[in-house]
Each structure stands twice: as structure tokens, then as C-alpha cells.
């Protein structure tokens, strides 16, 4: 008898360190950017992809200006819900089937100082202003928030719209676009799923664009 007792005694303690342990698990991970000034938080099963990958596959654009932008990033670093997005699919405009979450951190070139306005802030990624005013067509197009955000670090604009592709996918981009105080460096905040797999992943990927924070240096 007093054998079965110790032996639920120690298996009530074990029961209640394993509930302890489950139960102080974070929920969220962090992306930071402390030299800079700036975080956000994801789900912690989230898989990362890290900012070498991201500029090795930068590194590969032949696009104006490109080399120019890369060698000016401070940091960047992304996040999925799939482990099957890697770093091309994150610097693409291809409709990704679950969120991908996008944050960098970058210094203005000397032409941008001068010239940069909540419209290329907005204009960051797609000719958003441009569609908006109807200079430019696409087949489908809405903007569902569109309004300032300001930060300790800076201030600038979130935007969050739907476009249709050639293909006939609509994708949902949730875009945060934030100019520092000094105005010599822009933080940037991308989420981006197909427009079904953002509703239906809304809740998430609202808490993901409103813990991104920009404190600055």
C-alpha cells in the first residue's frame, strides 16, 4: 500500500511539472532588429527564413536599381505558416496558398531622401496610388485600409488591398510602409496570402501587422 501511494505521489508531480512546462510555452516568436529598433511577433510554430537567404536570392535580381537597394538593407527577415516557402517565394509577387510575412529594414539612397511621400511609401512593392486613381488599370482592384501609422521610430502608411493577377488569383497584401523620423532609412512590413486564405487567416495576420513596432535607434 505504501509503495501505490508514493508511486501517485510521484506521478502527481510529474503530472503537474509537465502542465507547468506545456503551459509556459510562448505562443509567439519574436523577429527583431534591435540595431534598428524594430519587432513583430509571428505564431511560434511558424517556420522562419533567414536574412541570408533573403539576400542570396536578392543578390540574383537584374532588376534597375536592385544591387543599389540590396547593398542598403539593414536587416530583413521572414516567416510562413509552411515550411515549403523559401526565400524566392517571399521576394516574388506570386500568390502564395498560406500568409507569408515579410519585414525590412533599409537605408534610403540619395535620390529617395528628397523625393519619398506616403505615395511611394504606399508604392513600395505596386503601383497601389496609381491603381488607385485609375492612371494605371488591373482587372481587379480594392483597398480596404488605407491610413496613416505612426510610430516612436517614424511614421508613414498601412495599406491593405486585393488585386486580381493575369492568372485570375486575387491576393490579399497587408502593407505597412514607415518612414523614420529622420527620414533617412524606411521600415517595411509585408503579408501577403491569397485573398480566401487571408480571410480565412484574418485574426492571425491582423495581431501579426499590429505588433509590428518602430521604435528607431
Not at 533567414?50 to 532588376?63: G, H, R, T, W, Y
Not at 536587416?75 to 515549403?84: G, R, V
Not at 533599409?106 to 496609381?130: A, C, G, H
Amino acid at each position: 500500500m505504501r509503495i501505490n501511494r508514493l508511486a501517485l505521489k510521484v506521478l502527481s508531480i510529474i503530472s503537474a511539472s509537465l502542465l507547468l512546462s506545456s503551459c509556459a510555452q510562448p505562443s509567439k516568436s519574436y523577429m527583431t532588429d534591435k540595431a534598428d529598433g524594430v519587432f513583430l511577433s509571428t505564431p511560434r510554430e511558424w517556420h522562419r527564413i533567414s536574412s541570408a537567404s533573403l539576400a542570396k536570392e536578392e543578390s540574383k535580381s537584374n532588376a534597375d536599381g536592385a544591387a543599389e537597394r540590396a547593398a542598403a538593407v539593414l536587416w530583413q527577415e521572414a516567416a510562413s505558416s509552411s515550411s515549403q516557402y523559401l526565400a524566392a517565394d517571399v521576394l516574388s509577387l506570386k500568390t502564395p496558398s498560406e500568409p507569408i510575412v515579410y519585414a525590412r529594414v533599409r537605408t534610403l539612397l540619395p535620390d529617395e531622401v528628397n523625393s519619398i511621400s506616403y505615395n511611394s511609401l504606399r508604392d513600395l512593392i505596386l503601383p497601389v496610388t496609381s491603381w488607385a486613381n485609375g492612371t494605371i488599370k488591373t482587372p481587379v482592384f480594392d483597398i480596404s485600409v488605407d491610413e496613416e501609422s505612426v510610430h516612436k521610430g517614424g511614421r508613414g502608411v498601412h495599406t491593405v488591398f486585393n488585386f486580381t493577377q493575369t492568372n485570375g488569383t486575387s491576393q490579399t497584401v497587408d502593407q505597412t510602409a514607415i518612414l523614420s523620423t529622420d527620414h533617412s532609412t524606411i521600415y517595411v512590413l509585408i503579408i501577403r496570402c491569397s485573398t480566401s486564405c487571408y480571410n480565412k487567416e484574418h485574426t492571425t495576420l491582423e495581431k501579426i501587422a499590429q505588433s509590428f513596432t518602430v521604435r528607431g535607434i
